[in-house]
């Protein structure tokens, strides 16, 4: 879900904390009616949204969304939000420690899950065959898998694939 939302995208350009409901309505005409009715659905729209982002290699550190019963309970606890966010995504990477994809082991994992073959992928993203494998074995490692199928089927449920 959070791919296809603008308030994400908007989170991050501006690496802010919010209030789900407050941007998404400054974003209404561009949000899919759908998307809508599943943060409906699932009683996420009053969410104080906020986390960290890694740069270098790393593209997401760790996205956080507190659900609240009303808009005026997230604008009254966003101070304390924003106060504890650093030690909440310190503690989330902690308990989850899989290891994040480099932005090119994301473009060898997409090109495979497309169907690329090895040296397809060498050719397109200008290495060696053998570094794609390479790349291939080290996303496997962090994912915690030794079947290729599995890495990708892992990769696209936790969003660092589209």
């Given amino acids: 879900m959070l791919r296809k ?3 994400f995208a908007e989170w991050l350009r501006t690496r802010e904390p919010f209030v789900w409901n407050e941007v998404a309505r400054r974003f209404s005409r ?10 409906r659905e ?3 729209q009053y969410s104080l949204c906020g986390g960290t982002i890694e740069t270098g290699d790393h593209e997401l550190g760790c996205y956080i969304a507190l659900v609240l019963d009303s808009e005026e309970e997230c604008r ?4 304390y939000f ?22 090119r082991e994301g473009a060898v994992l997409e090109l495979r899950a497309k169907g690329h073959q090895v040296k397809a992928i060498a ?4 290495i060696s065959p053998r570094t794609v494998k390479m790349h291939v074995e080290a996303i496997k490692e962090k994912l915690y898998t030794d079947d290729l199928v599995n890495a990708i089927v892992i990769a696209l449920k936790l969003g660092m694939i589209e």
């Avoid at 009254?76 to 101070?79: A, E, G, S, W, Y």
């Avoid at 924003?82 to 932005?103: I, M, N, Q, V, W």
């Avoid at 050719?123 to 200008?126: E, I, P, Q, V």
Wanted: glycine share 2%.
């Fill in 30 to 39: 561009q949000i899919d009616p759908e998307f809508v009715r599943k943060v």
């Fill in 76 to 79: 009254l606890h966003m101070k």
């Fill in 42 to 44: 699932y009683q996420l």
């Fill in 82 to 103: 924003c106060d504890l966010l650093p030690s909440l995504t310190h503690a989330f990477e902690r308990s989850y420690p899989r290891g994040r994809l480099t932005k």
């Fill in 123 to 126: 050719d397109l993203l200008d």
């Fill in 5 to 7: 939302d603008p308030v």
